[in-house]
């Protein structure tokens, strides 16, 4: 197995922890789980997804070279978020009412989280050993590279995904102590 590998199987698990989460989540109704929130400041899961796969988008296109599908393939027009930098956002920096202002279905995110791993691994298997060690961020001490970068990606997706999943469990048995 290569490096290139090793990061490919690990970007190729968060889709199947976050279907897991989304899979027949609340959407609908007065306060659907997809949307509901922990108290009134945290995140949602509908936010937690959509910005993971914002942050893989933004940060592997960036060191592919790439346009991000957010933009290149019309994701931000079907999101139809109402964010004055809904072209760019990620999720960095949001107000609470950002969080509660990104609502998308299910099926969405699914769709763009497909769309996000389909170009990711279509990078990776163009990265060999060799690539890992190129600096892409010059603005850290130590200068960042490539292999750090897409570990820093995958961990950060891991762990969002991993926040979406305790939160749509603590919300359920919330609304429903038998769960």
Do not use: C, K
């Amino acid at each position: 197995m290569t490096p290139a590998d090793l990061l490919a199987e690990a970007f190729g698990r968060i889709p199947d922890t976050v279907g897991a989460v989304l899979d027949g989540i609340g959407e609908t109704g007065p306060d659907p789980v997809l949307f509901r929130r922990a108290d009134p400041t945290a995140n949602t899961v509908a936010w937690l997804v959509w910005h993971l796969v914002r942050v893989q988008d933004d940060h592997v296109s960036e060191v592919a070279g790439t346009e991000q599908a957010w933009t290149a393939d019309g994701w931000a027009d079907r999101f139809a978020l109402p964010l004055p930098d809904a072209a760019t956002a990620t999720g960095y920096g949001h107000t609470p009412d950002d969080v509660a202002a990104v609502r998308p279905s299910a099926e969405l995110l699914r769709g763009y989280l497909a769309a996000v791993t389909e170009r990711t691994m279509a990078y990776l298997r163009t990265v060999d050993e060799d690539d890992l060690d190129r600096v892409v961020d010059e603005r850290w001490d130590p200068p960042v590279t490539l292999g750090v970068r897409l570990v820093s990606v995958v961990d950060d997706d891991a762990q969002h995904a991993g926040q979406a999943a305790l939160l749509r469990g603590l919300l359920e048995r919330a609304g429903d102590p038998a769960v």
